[in-house]
């Protein structure tokens, strides 16, 4: 069974910090998601990184995929309480398989 | 924008009956997946589908669970004699492409699955 660690489980910031989430595993992913969740609603795609080294911005979010495709971190910058949710790293394996592999997420608070 | 549809939003249902839970992926998309999260747990992968066919499940989708994709548009998973832990969220998601191609999978808003 593949097991995808996400850290910190929970994280509360003031307004205007900056702050980074990991997601790790101790096997090669051949793509990663990071999706974002609200209460009561289903994962919604923030980006996807196949290429090791690769990084991918989406406003203040940066997004990093590891050089080994081992590992992946997501940094946002002078966070706003917008950015308050739930945040999932999810992964494929390979090797035919295609199924996502999910972490248990970041709760993350950014407080006015 | 599209988007994957799922019905009904919340179903409640008697322990030991059979469920069966509706999905509209994306209209161009060809590979679907269910999954599940239990309360307060992350997300699970049951099952992907394509060409008519399952491709791949995981340990939890046993013989008590089916999938169905009974016309052109509508992708469903059967649950029967079900059980109190099968309470859950229930996500479809769908892609356009596979896995080679690296394209992210899309997820519906789910169904939540109350067992009583």
């Known amino acids: 069974t593949q097991l995808l660690e996400q850290s910190p489980q929970f994280l509360s910031i003031q307004e205007g910090e900056n702050l980074t989430v990991y997601c790790n595993s101790s096997?090669?992913?051949?793509?990663l998601q990071w999706y974002r969740q609200e209460p009561g609603e289903g994962p919604v795609l923030l980006v996807t990184?196949?290429?090791?080294?690769e990084v991918k911005k989406l406003k203040r979010l940066t997004f990093q995929f590891g050089d080994a495709r081992k590992d992946s971190s997501l940094h946002i910058t002078a966070a706003q309480p917008g950015d308050t949710g739930l945040y999932l790293c999810?992964?494929?394996?390979?090797?035919?398989?295609?199924?996502?592999?999910f972490g248990k997420g970041t709760h993350l608070i950014i407080q006015p | 924008e599209p988007e994957v549809t799922q019905t009904p939003s919340h179903q409640v249902t008697q322990m030991g009956q059979e469920v069966i839970l509706r999905c509209v992926p994306i209209?161009?998309?060809?590979?679907f997946y269910w999954y599940r999260q239990i309360l307060g747990q992350k997300v699970e992968f049951l099952v992907s589908?394509?060409?008519?066919?399952?491709?791949?499940k995981s340990e939890i989708f046993d013989d008590q669970f089916s999938v169905e994709r009974p016309d052109g548009s509508n992708f469903t998973l059967k649950i029967r004699s079900t059980k109190l832990e099968d309470s859950a969220m229930y996500f479809c998601?769908?892609?356009?492409?596979?896995?080679?191609?690296?394209?992210?999978?899309?997820f519906g808003d789910g169904t939540r699955l109350s067992i009583l």
């Open positions: 998601a769908s892609k356009g492409g596979p896995v080679t191609l690296n394209q992210p999978q899309h």
């Open positions: 096997s090669v992913f051949s793509s």
């Open positions: 990184v196949v290429t090791g080294g």
């Open positions: 999810a992964g494929v394996y390979g090797g035919g398989a295609d199924g996502l592999t």
């Open positions: 209209s161009n998309h060809l590979y």
């Open positions: 589908f394509y060409n008519n066919e399952i491709s791949e």
